[in-house]
C-alpha cells in the first residue's frame, strides 16, 4: 500500500504497459480510471482487469486527440495524477505518417494537460522512450546523454519531455515524471495480459514467439557484422512488470514528496538478438530456427541504461530477468 493513494487517470491504460500498470498501481491502493480509445488494445482488456483484480475496470472510451471530450471527463471526475500511456508507437508508422503521430502524441499530450491545468491536476507520470537518444555512442546510456532522437517517434516523445519541463517552469505545482523505458517484453503471471499477439509484429520477441509457434519458420536477424561479441545488436529488455512497479514508485514520488524526476527504466544488463533466441529457446526446450540479413536501417548497435538514477531517485530495480521475460511471453501468447 502507497502512503497516500489517489485516484489516478491513466490514458492508453488497456495498451500493454498501460494494462499492466493498472493492476501495479490497483495493487499498491490506488483508485484507477483508464482512458483508452482502443485503437491498439482489445475490447475486452477491461473485462480481463476485472478478474485479475476482483473489482470493476472503470473505462473512459475517448480519444485523446478529442479535446472537449477529454475536458468533459477531467470535470467529470476528480483526479489526483494522470499517467500518460496514450501514443503511437511504431518507428516505421511513424517515418510514413509523421502528421498523425504529432496529432497523437504532441496534440494529444497538449490536450491532457490543458484539462490537467483547468481542472487543478498537477502530477503527471509520461511514458517516454530511450528513441530520445537515437544513436548514442557511449554506454551505458545516462540520463544526461545529449538527447538526439533519429526517428519521428523519437521526436514526438522529446517535444513531450520539453513541453512537460516547459509547463514545470512556468507553474512550480505542476509535478513530472519522465520515464525513458528501453525493451519491454514479457506478460503478467497469469496468462490474462501481455503484447497484443492479434498484431502483426516488428519487436524482436513478439516475431520469436511467431517462431516458437510455428507461425514464422524462422528468425530474421539483421545484421551480424556489428561491434559486439556475437556480431548480433545489444538492447536492454526489462520485464513489464518492472516496468510497470516503476510507475508506482514515481507516482509515490509525486504524490507523496512532490519531487518530479528524469529517469531511465532498464535493466542496466544489454542482451545481444542471438542471446534472446537462446533464452526463448530454453523456455521452450529446443532451439528456435534463425537466419542472418542485413542490417535493419537505423538501428543502433548497442543501447542499455545507466539505472542509478532510478534507484537513486525512485528506489527503482528491476527483478527480473530475460528468462522470466521470455517465459511469460510464451504462456500469454500460448493461453
Ligand atoms: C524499437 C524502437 C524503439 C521502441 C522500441 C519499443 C526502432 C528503431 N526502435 O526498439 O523506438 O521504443 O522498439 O519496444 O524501431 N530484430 C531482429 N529481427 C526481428 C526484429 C528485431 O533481428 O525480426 C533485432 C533488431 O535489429 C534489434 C533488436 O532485435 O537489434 C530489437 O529490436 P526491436 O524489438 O524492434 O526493438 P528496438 O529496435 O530496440
Redesign the pocket.
Known amino acids: 500500500m502507497t502512503d497516500m493513494p489517489g485516484h489516478i487517470l491513466l490514458t492508453g491504460g488497456a495498451g500493454f504497459i498501460g494494462s499492466h500498470t493498472y493492476v501495479a498501481l490497483c495493487e499498491a491502493g490506488h483508485e484507477v480510471t483508464i482512458l483508452d480509445n482502443f485503437q491498439n488494445a482489445q475490447r475486452d482488456v477491461p473485462a480481463r482487469l476485472s478478474r485479475l483484480t476482483g473489482r470493476d475496470t472503470p473505462v473512459l472510451d475517448i480519444d485523446i486527440s478529442d479535446a472537449a471530450a477529454v475536458r468533459a471527463a477531467f470535470r467529470a471526475h476528480d483526479f489526483d495524477a494522470v499517467v500518460h500511456f496514450a501514443a503511437l ?1 511504431s ?2 508508422d511513424s517515418e510514413a505518417n509523421p502528421v498523425e503521430y504529432y496529432r497523437i502524441n504532441c496534440s494529444g499530450l497538449v490536450n491532457i494537460t490543458h484539462a490537467m491545468r483547468e481542472t487543478g491536476v498537477n502530477a503527471m507520470v509520461f511514458s517516454s ?3 530520445v537518444y537515437g544513436a548514442a555512442r557511449h554506454m551505458p546510456l545516462t540520463e544526461d546523454t545529449p538527447t538526439a532522437p533519429t ?1 519521428t ?2 521526436a514526438t516523445k522529446l517535444f513531450g519531455e520539453d513541453f512537460l519541463a516547459r509547463i514545470a517552469r512556468a507553474h512550480p505545482d505542476f509535478r513530472t515524471g519522465i520515464l525513458r ?1 528501453f ?2 517484453v514479457g506478460a503478467h503471471g497469469s496468462g490474462l495480459i501481455g503484447e497484443d499477439p492479434s498484431q502483426v509484429p ?4 513478439p ?1 520469436i514467439a511467431r517462431v516458437a509457434r510455428g507461425e514464422i519458420a524462422q ?5 551480424d557484422d556489428y561491434p559486439t561479441p556475437d556480431g ?2 545489444i ?1 536492454d529488455y526489462i520485464h513489464v512488470l518492472d516496468l510497470a512497479q516503476g510507475h508506482v514508485l514515481s507516482l509515490d514520488a509525486l504524490l507523496n514528496r512532490g519531487e518530479s524526476h528524469l529517469v531511465n527504466l532498464g535493466t542496466g544488463r544489454g542482451s545481444s ?1 542471438l542471446e ?1 533466441l537462446g533464452a526463448y529457446g530454453d523456455v521452450l526446450g529446443r532451439e528456435l530456427p534463425h537466419r542472418i540479413v542485413g542490417r ?1 536501417p ?2 543502433p548497435p548497442v ?1 542499455y541504461a545507466e539505472t542509478a538514477r532510478a534507484r537513486d531517485v525512485l528506489g527503482f530495480e528491476a527483478r527480473y530477468g530475460l528468462r522470466e521475460m521470455c517465459a511469460s511471453n510464451w504462456a500469454f501468447f500460448n493461453r
Open positions: 508507437k518507428v516505421p522512450s530511450a528513441a526517428s517517434y523519437g523505458y525493451n519491454p516488428g519487436n524482436l520477441v516475431v528468425l530474421t536477424i539483421f545484421g548480433t545488436c538492447r538478438v534472446v535493419r537505423g538501428d543501447s
